[in-house]
Nanobody, 130 residues
Framework: QVQLVESGGGLVQPGGSLRLSCAASGSVFSIQTMGWYRQAPGKQRELVASSTTGGRISGTTNYADSVKGRFTISRDNAKNTVYLQMNNLKPEDTAVYYC????????????????????WGQGTLVTVSS
């Protein structure tokens, strides 16, 4: 069974940095889109960054305006892992961060027939405070 496992959260002072990781375990042929979302207390879950590949798509990334220039999403497709490098962290970045995989193809046959999964990670808490 495919699962997404997150790590890297913790407590950091304003201006500090953290690197989040999300690895897909189990048999995976390919993943089209990997994204990072966050949900702060009392707020709705929002998209932070996403990375899309597949077919003739070499790579497309998107970022929320609030994190542009500070956060960077990257992928290691050989390891089926996505990272979120967070620099110059601010108190308003405090939230539970979730990774999400869209169009997860477990096998080549699934890829060929367009049978896919959508999965969420369990979430990792990032707290930015002095």
């Amino acid at each position: 069974q495919v699962q997404l496992v997150e790590s890297g959260g913790g407590l950091v002072q304003p201006g500090g940095s953290l690197r989040l990781s999300c690895a897909a375990s189990g048999s995976v042929f390919s993943i089209q889109t990997m994204g990072w979302y966050r949900q702060a207390p009392g707020k709705q879950r929002e998209l932070v960054a996403s990375s899309t590949t597949g077919g003739r798509i070499s790579g497309t990334t998107n970022y929320a305006d609030s994190v542009k220039g500070r956060f960077t999403i990257s992928r290691d497709n050989a390891k089926n892992t996505v990272y979120l490098q967070m620099n110059n962290l601010k108190p308003e970045d405090t939230a539970v961060y979730y990774c999400k995989g869209d169009r997860i193809f477990a096998t080549y046959a699934d890829y060929y027939t367009n049978r896919y999964l959508e999965l969420w990670g369990q979430g990792t808490l990032v707290t930015v405070s002095s």
